[in-house]
């Protein structure tokens, strides 16, 4: 099972940019499902970006021209870049890595609040 470990969250204001990083205790590559997800309060886990076998990505409708993901698989890390930061991006941000969306790893969370 691969250990992830995120960082980069903090608060920013309303137009900032934040980069996520997600580094893995082992390698990543070969997984089917690769990507963030985010928990605001009182709100379920909602995907914002991932990156599926074969090369496709997606985006959520909310984040698409503003979020990208990307990832060196040299250095077995998972990043989301984050431009023009709203306040609804405010959530607990959390990495995942497994063989589908129901068998995999989660990173521990790292906090992302964006103030008005």
């Known amino acids: 099972q691969v250990q992830l470990v995120e960082s980069g969250g903090g608060l920013v204001q309303a137009g900032g940019s934040l980069r996520l990083s997600c580094a893995a205790s082992g390698s990543i590559f070969g997984f089917n499902v690769i990507g963030w997800y985010r928990q605001a309060p009182g709100k379920q886990r909602d995907l914002v970006t991932v990156i599926r076998f074969g090369g496709s990505i997606n985006y959520a409708d909310s984040v698409k021209g503003r979020f990208t993901i990307s990832i060196d698989n040299a250095k077995n890390t998972v990043y989301l870049q984050m431009n023009n930061l709203k306040p609804e991006d405010t959530a607990v941000y959390y990495c995942?890595?497994?063989?589908?969306?129901?068998?995999?790893?989660w990173g521990q969370g790292t906090q992302v609040t964006v103030s008005s």
């Open positions: 995942y890595v497994g063989e589908s969306e129901y068998k995999g790893s």
